[in-house]
């Protein structure tokens, strides 16, 4: 609009007037008064190669064809490699770097479990009966009588009380249909969850079945042991539910009957170096170097006496007899900020043996975004964080499965956190959760659930490659005083010689650590490089030029738009000049072309070729800049009458 | 004609301003051309007029534009167009520099008969405890006394130690004089500087900063006493007092203390002799299904763990090698540990310690060794990684250690850890007047001991606390190695030997061992060792720069391209115009200023001047050809006819030429 304003100001039809043309009186921006000035303009002073030899060689349409089909050519060969270039990076490659950092290392958090839930002693009372019930299963299914291990209770004293949910039941290969089974149940019967090893045609098993009894399967095993673990596991759990309220007593005891000595790095630990928390099944399970230790321990030189150093007791004395199998301590290397998954990245540790664990960094940086499928810190994936640590895969897919479990059996499997409004699986109060848990399970593992597609990779996750070394601790010779010593200052009992104590040392191999880094391996530099290239090469052109050819075309529509106006204005206001403007038109052209304006261009435009400038304009040409008055009054009146023949 | 009309134009505007008609019909030619020839180029009589022609002839993009269109919007937008293009080049060629150096990694695996590495043993008991018994006598007097004292649990019952007991009681009158040097001391948890000492029972007073002062989760009964030593320095004002969550480690770490002081007296000859030969340690060996004996081991002795057997150590000038994987083609050794021999209160744990490393480093054996048990069958599967970086400017590593300003105490190939002993190690001769036992000796430096320097431990824990700390710049000097290989090993244990060939094994390796050792072999004496590659392949981590000088260029030449169709020759252009040319121009206006201000000066004042003065600043706009002729002396003034008219024809000519090409008169 501004333009066309001082168009109309350069153009006013007042004669007296005249705008001087000065620079200084320049106006803001001006346009070409005809097409064809356009296009000479245009051919002058582009920067487009093929262009000038296209546009501006009309007088020969051989060339302008050649010219044509070699500019498409390149238009063509340039816009193949345009698209190659876009394709390589919108594809988002990354190239891996792989860095050997050496620096101070910060020490990972060192978990340790005693392996042992509770003191048997504090829990006797509520295992009492499922003890019992064990022992009577035993007894029945393989004629084993375990009194002399657990037997505090007279056989025979089970019809007195009520027989417990889910017995353990032997069961046939081509499983027979036992009790009260549902038509649908006989084609999911029994869920192999071994091969069968044994050669004997039985298995062993029990029943689990949904609400209203009308489907139910056995989960069976093919090892006896396995099958009465599991299900004096699957009961525990239950116990352990209603137990859940009163915590394990006294855990500053545990933890100095379980740790005798701890040194990191020539010093001894302190209160502040750990903090404890209670596993179902692990245990006691103390955290050194975790995330609220107070100054983090750092590793400023790799070998064992950089390292973590400790001693334990892995005494029996009080384990739990069917649910502990293992002895020894568990013992798993994590970081600060991640919580500790004691199933999925434990160490066993043998009792009277020295492990020494050396640890090797490693760290992998992934690039998010349209990098690769990895989350920053995990708010966008669509599960609840239940641990209040960082986001790891594993955080996600048991949060995940614990949000699954509280919505299809209505409450929360123990090993994992319990979210807000709910509870902890119990068969009293959740008859058929059992059978709900195993059906999950099963889900979840064939990913019905979801969970491993909506768990994204952290983008960022440090691991920590452990190997382990054995000696075997105390020695013969000082097996002696180090026994007496820790008996006088820890209470060990001497008896158990080798078996009760353990040592570890978790120390760094190397402070070199390899960090797998990726990269953008095609950047917005590198692109915009090879596309200017590309563009270079084929048409010798620049962004610049594109903004000429915006202009070019931003002017036309301009002029176009302008010379209807006038057209338009010509017609309802001044109709009868028309016909004299149009022969002026005709008369100036070739005396006021100025000749060395366009040196292509010599001869008079054919006005066939280009219908697009088939009014000869140019009078307005010459007038452009420095228009004498009298000129600029015919100019005018010549424009008035463009459009009328 | 047009041009015509346009000159007398410009004549006419310019005529309120420039004293030109009055001047000379040379003159008016002269101001004709420069008024209506763009095309002046370097010789362009100011710098408007110079940047005027530049874009005008210059390819590159964007310029022509800003002086061809028309419209100040226009002429703005084009300069707005240009200088962002402009700025896009520059940043994005900072962005490329700034990425020049980044490497590119490469993984290969080659599969290939691959060289042995060499391996290490060590028995982790130092020297046979019968041999430096008469060394130690004192010691261990002393601290089965302090044991008595500290826990009072009587000595054991075993055969064995009341042999040594009776051999010891003939040392009941001596003086005790480590317990006298650095007393056991018995804190009490709630009073920190009172402490019971063991030898005398008494009370004493410990002043000093406590180090680790035991507010510890780890004592048991609730009066605990705390056991520590104090460390001081000479004039016992400094004092440091160590505490131990644990008896144990008090025991071992002051025994340990004392233990050193008396070793390093010792020379080297004679600890050899007292530690393991390797006819004594190595039973059997096997390497690639060969037989190999003790001979094929060499001697490698380590201050703490006394005689070390290094297989396929380039003694011989070959480097052993596997020509499959597996664990029968590997190195197999039956070791003999002999558990009798071990110092109790030293060494805790039974084993043997091995490290797996480059014939040319040093094996850190107490560092990174894995630990083999006894009676049991260890087998250590190895895959080896090579690791080659870039070294500067890619990244901080160094080649062989020459370019770090640590000298190299190890006879061993450099290693970021080698560095950071040795620098420990140079810190405390430098510091404390001696050298710490466990490592190398530095070139005229002792093994430090109590005889000579008495508060050596007290600036040795000082040291090592400032290491840790970092406050003796030690891990900012030490630099990593550029090139390393590393063997990644998994470890698997099985019962060895098994219960059936126990009965037929143990006899046949007494029989063997006949002349070493006159015992029948149990078997926690024995320990197996299987060290082999899991596979042939080998995989190299090599960097390689991922950017090149020409594809540097070619990304330049593409950014050039991309925003302004420049090049290089562009800009040599833009350099040539802008700093070259407008310099000249710059310099030729100031010469004609002072020109003009000399003249002033020396002209007599009045009217005339006046009018010399207008014809100087007319005259100021000569050629630059001419300019650079005109070194004319300050004092001739020349009023009159001035000479350039005949430059002024001469570049008509030049001019004419150009002015087809660029057709900018009917613009201005």
Known sequence: ????????????????????????????????????????????????????????SQHNRMKTAFWAVLW????????????????????????????????????????????????????????????????????????????????????????????????????????????????????????????????????????LC??????????????????????????????????????????????????????????????????????????????????????????????????????????????????????????MVHGQDEPAFMDDGGFNLRPGVETSIS??????????????????????????????????????????????????????????????????????????????YYKLQDAFSSDRLGCFTKCRKPCSVTSYQLSAGYSRWPSVTSQDWIFQMLSRQNNYTINNKRNGVAKLNIFFKELNYKTNSESPSVTMATLLSNLGSQWSLWFGSSVLSVVEMAELIFDLLVITFLMLLRRFRSRYWSPGRGGRGAQEVASTPASSLPSHFCPHSTSPPDPATSPALMAPPPAYATLGPCPSPSNLVEASSSAYTLGEP | MGTTSHILLHIKLAWPSSPILIMAPGEKIKAKIKKNLPVTGPQAPTIKELMRWYCLNTNTHGCRRIVVSRGRLRRLLWVLFTLTAVALIFWHCALLISSFYTVSVSIKVHFQKLDFPAVTICNINPYKYSAVRD???????????????????????????????????????????????????????????????????????????????????????????????????????????????????????????????????????????????????????????????????????????????????????????????????????????????????????????VIVHRQDEYPFIEDIGTEIETAMATSIGMHLTES???????????????????????????????????????????????????????????????????????????????????????????????????????????????EVSEKWLLPILTWDQGQQI???????????LLIFYKDLNQRSIMESPANSIEMLLSNFGGQLGLWMSCSVVCVIEIIEVFFIDSFSIIARRQWHKAKEWWARRHAPPGPQGQDNLGLDIDDDLPTFTSALRLPPAPGTEVPGTPPPRYNTLRLERAFSDQLTDTQMPAES
């Open chain 1, 1 to 56: 609009m501004k333009g066309e304003q001082h168009e109309e100001q350069g153009l006013g039809p007042d004669p007296a007037a005249p705008p001087q043309p000065k620079e200084e009186e320049e106006a803001l921006i001006e346009f070409h008064r005809s097409y064809r000035d356009l296009f000479q303009f245009f051919c002058n002073n582009t920067t487009i190669h093929g262009a000038i030899r296209l546009v501006c």
């Open chain 2, 388 to 498: 080659f970086k870039l070294s500067e400017p890619y990244s901080q590593c160094t080649e062989d250690g020459s370019d770090v300003p640590i000298s190299n105490i190890y006879n061993a190939a450099y290693s970021l850890q080698i560095c950071l002993h040795s620098c420990f190690q140079t810190k405390m001769v430098e510091k404390c007047g001696c050298a710490q036992y466990s490592q190398p000796l530095p070139p005229a430096a002792n093994y430090c001991n109590y005889q000579q320097h008495p508060n050596w431990m007290y600036c040795y824990y000082q040291l090592h606390q400032a290491f840790v700390r970092e406050e003796l710049g030690c891990q900012s000097v030490c630099r990593e190695a550029c090139s390393f290989k590393e063997w990644t090993l998994t470890t698997s244990l099985a019962q060895w030997p098994s």
């Open chain 1, 72 to 207: 498409l050519c390149a238009f063509g060969m340039m816009y193949w490699q345009f698209g190659q270039l876009f394709g390589e990076y919108f594809s988002y490659p990354v190239s891996l770097n792989i860095n050997l950092n050496s620096d101070k290392l910060v020490f990972p958090a060192v978990t340790i479990c005693t392996l042992n839930p509770y003191r048997y002693t504090q829990i006797k009372e509520e295992l009492e009966e499922l003890d019992r019930i064990t022992e009577q299963t035993l007894y029945d299914l393989y004629k084993y009588n375990s009194s002399s291990t657990l037997g505090t209770h007279p056989r025979g004293r089970r019809d007195l009380r009520e027989p417990w949910p889910h017995p353990l039941q032997r069961l046939w290969a081509p499983a027979p249909p036992p009790g009260a089974r549902g038509v649908r149940s006989a084609a999911s019967s029994v869920r192999d969850n071994n091969p069968q090893v044994n050669r004997k045609d039985w298995k062993v098993g029990f029943q």
């Open chain 2, 518 to 528: 006159k015992k029948k072999l149990n078997k926690t004496d024995l320990a197996k």
């Open chain 2, 135 to 353: 060394l130690l006598a004192d010691l261990e007097q002393e601290t089965r006394t302090a044991l008595k004292n500290l826990y009072g649990f009587p000595e054991n019952k075993s055969r064995k130690r009341r042999e040594a007991e009776s051999w010891t009681s003939a040392w009941e009158g001596t003086r005790p004089k480590f317990l006298k040097l650095v007393p056991l001391l018995a804190f009490s948890q709630d009073e920190t500087s009172k402490a019971r000492d063991f030898l005398t029972g008494r009370k004493r007073k410990v002043s000093g900063s406590i180090i680790h002062k035991a507010s510890d989760v780890m004592h048991v009964h609730e009066s605990k006493e705390v056991v520590g030593f104090q460390l001081c320095s000479n004039d016992t004002s400094k004092c440091a007092v160590y505490t131990f969550s644990s008896g144990v480690n008090a025991i071992q770490e002051w025994y340990k203390l004392h233990y050193m002081n008396i070793m390093a007296q010792v020379p080297l000859e004679k600890k050899i002799n007292m530690s393991y030969s390797a006819e004594e340690l190595l039973v059997t060996c096997f390497f690639d299904g060969m037989s190999c004996n003790a001979r094929n081991f060499t001697l490698f002795h380590h201050p703490m763990y006394g005689n070390c057997y290094t297989f396929n150590n380039r003694e011989n000038e070959t480097i052993l090698s596997t020509s499959m994987g597996g664990s029968e083609y590997g190195l197999q050794v039956i070791l003999y540990i002999n558990e009798e021999e071990y110092n109790p209160f030293l060494v805790s744990s039974t084993g043997a310690k």
């Open chain 1, 359 to 436: 640890m090797r960094k490693e760290a992998l940086d992934r690039l998010g975004g349209d990098y690769g499928d990895c989350t920053k810190n995990g708010s966008e994936v669509p599960v609840e964080n239940l641990y209040l640590t960082k986001y790891t895969q594993q955080v996600c897919i048991h949060s995940c499965f614990q949000d699954s479990m509280i919505k299809e059996c209505g409450c929360a499997y123990i090993f994992y956190p319990l979210p807000k409004n709910a509870e902890f699986c119990d068969y009293r109060k959740h008859n058929s959760w059992g059978y709900c």
């Open chain 1, 210 to 331: 949904n609400r209203n009894k009308s489907d139910c399967f056995y989960q069976t095993y093919s090892s006896g042991v396995d099958a009465v673990r599991e299900w004096y596991r699957f009961h525990y759990i239950n116990i352990l539910s209603r137990l859940r309220d009163t915590s394990p007593s006294s855990e500053e005891d545990m933890l100095d009957n379980f740790i005798f000595a701890c040194r990191f790095n020539q010093a001894s630990c302190n209160q502040a170096n750990y903090s404890h928390f209670h596993h179902p099944i692990y245990g006691n399970c103390y955290t050194f170097n975790g995330k609220n230790n107070s100054n983090l321990w750092m590793s400023s030189m790799p070998g064992i006496k950089n390292g973590l150093s400790l001693t334990l007791r892995t005494e029996q004395n009080d384990f739990i007899p069917l649910l502990s199998t293992v002895t020894g301590a568990r013992v």
